[in-house]
C-alpha cells in the first residue's frame, strides 16, 4: 500500500533490460560496434518517450532521477536568464522547492502559490502573481502526497511565454503526458521501471544551462557514461503504463472508493485532497486521524504487513507535520495508502479490518 514511494521494477521491463547489462554492455559514445549498438537502443528508447510526451526526440534529456530532471529544469532555467521571478506552489515535491530556496539564496526572487483545501491552485492566484520579470513557473502535475491533479494545460496557459515545467512522476502512471508545456519531469521509480533513472522533456529554444560539468552526452546537459539499462527499462515502463492506463485507472478507482469509504466511519477521519474521481490519482487514499502518533501507526500496520506512509518518501524521516498538509490546513496525523498493479480487493478488505482496529488501539495509548 505505499506505491507512491516507489514501485517494484516489472519483469517485463527487467527482462528488456538485462541484454544490456551482458552482452550489449558498450559506452554510447564509443565509435566502435558495441558503442553503436548502445546509442542504437538509447536512441530508440528516447523515440518512445518522444511519441508519448508528443515531442521531438531531441527534446529528451535522459537524467539519473526525477530529483536530477527537476534541478535541471528549476535551477538551469533560473540561472540561463541570471535574475528575475520565479513561481511554485506550497505542494511541490522537496527537489522542487528546495531549488526554489536556494535560487532564493542567490538572489532570485520567489512566489509560493498557496492551494485550497483539497490541494488545487487558483488560477486568479497565477495570473496575479506573474510579473514583468518572471522566467519561470513550476506547478507539480499530480501530488505525491494527497494525489490532486492539477489543472496543467489551464495553468500553462495563463504563462504565457514563461517557460512552464511540471513535475509529472507521480502522474505517469495514470495521466496522459502530451502536455502543453516547456518542460516535464519523469522517473522510472513509480512507473514499474527502475530506480536510479530520469527524463526531461525541454522544449527546444528553452534557455538552460548546465548545472553539472563533465563531457557532451545529452547536449552537454547532462554530462556521464549513459546508464544504458536504465534508460531502456524506462523507455519500456513509461510504454506499458501509457498502453494500459484506462483500464488500470477503472481498476484502481473502484479499489480507493472502497476503501475511502470504509476508512471514513472511523469516528474523527478526515480525507485529504479531492474526492475520488477526474482530479484525483485513482491509488492515491490520504486519510487523517485525530489524537494519534503517525509514526506508531505506520509501524503498527508494518508489523501485520501493511505497508504505508505519511508523506513523501523523501520527508520520512521528519516527524513535522509535511509542508503539504500544513498548505490544506489540516493537523491531524495523515496515513497515506497507494495502491498498485498487484494490489488486489483482498488487500482492500484486509486494510478495511485491521488499520480501524490499529487506529482505536493507538487511541487508548
Not at 36 to 44: S, T
Not at 48 to 60: F, G, H, P, V, Y
Not at 111 to 138: C, M, Q
Not at 191 to 215: C, D, E, N, S
Amino acid at each position: 500500500m505505499d506505491h507512491a514511494s516507489s514501485t517494484y521494477t516489472s519483469k517485463e521491463v527487467l527482462k528488456t533490460m538485462l541484454p544490456y547489462f551482458t552482452e550489449e554492455y558498450g559506452n554510447a559514445e564509443s565509435l566502435h560496434t558495441k558503442g553503436k549498438e548502445a546509442l542504437i537502443a538509447i536512441d530508440k528508447a528516447r523515440e518512445t518517450i518522444a511519441e508519448i510526451l508528443n515531442c521531438r526526440q531531441s527534446e529528451i534529456i535522459f537524467t539519473g532521477s526525477g530529483t536530477e530532471s527537476n534541478n535541471l529544469a528549476i535551477l538551469g532555467i533560473a540561472r540561463a536568464q541570471k535574475t528575475g521571478h520565479l513561481i511554485t506552489t506550497e505542494i511541490e515535491h522537496p527537489s522542487v522547492l528546495n531549488c526554489f530556496k536556494q535560487l532564493e539564496k542567490e538572489g532570485f526572487e520567489c512566489t509560493y502559490l498557496p492551494v485550497n483545501k483539497e490541494g488545487f491552485v487558483n488560477p486568479d492566484d497565477l495570473k496575479a502573481a506573474i510579473r514583468p520579470n518572471t522566467i519561470l513557473i513550476s506547478i507539480i502535475y499530480a501530488n505525491n502526497e494527497i494525489g490532486t491533479i492539477q489543472p496543467i494545460s489551464e495553468l500553462a496557459a495563463i504563462s504565457g511565454d514563461i517557460p512552464f515545467h511540471t513535475d509529472a512522476c507521480q502522474a505517469a502512471n495514470s495521466l496522459p503526458l502530451n502536455l502543453n508545456v516547456d518542460s516535464i519531469t519523469i522517473n522510472g521509480s513509480k512507473i514499474y521501471g527502475p530506480k536510479g533513472v530520469g527524463a526531461l522533456f525541454l522544449k527546444r529554444g528553452t534557455k538552460i544551462k548546465a548545472i553539472m560539468q563533465g563531457g557532451s552526452q545529452e547536449h552537454s546537459l547532462r554530462p556521464g557514461t549513459h546508464n544504458t539499462p536504465a534508460i531502456i527499462g524506462l523507455a519500456k515502463a513509461l510504454e506499458l503504463a501509457q498502453e494500459g492506463v484506462e483500464k488500470e485507472n477503472a481498476r484502481l478507482t473502484l479499489l480507493q472508493e472502497k476503501l475511502i469509504s470504509e476508512l471514513l466511519k472511523i469516528p474523527g477521519s478526515q480525507l485529504n485532497g479531492p474526492q475520488p474521481g477526474p482530479t484525483r490519482l485513482p491509488n492515491n487514499i490520504n486519510i487523517s486521524f485525530p489524537k494519534i502518533d503517525r509514526e506508531q501507526l505506520i509501524l503498527n500496520l508494518d508489523s501485520i504487513g501493511i505497508y504505508s506512509s505519511a508523506s513523501s518518501a523523501c520527508k520520512s524521516g521528519d516527524s513535522q507535520i509535511s509542508h503539504v498538509m500544513t498548505a490544506i490546513k489540516q493537523n491531524n496525523s495523515p496515513l497515506r495508502l497507494t495502491t498498485g498493479k498487484i494490489t488486489t480487493e483482498k488487500d482492500i478488505d484486509y486494510c478495511i479490518e485491521e488499520i480501524p482496529r490499529i487506529v482505536e488501539k493507538l487511541k487508548t495509548h
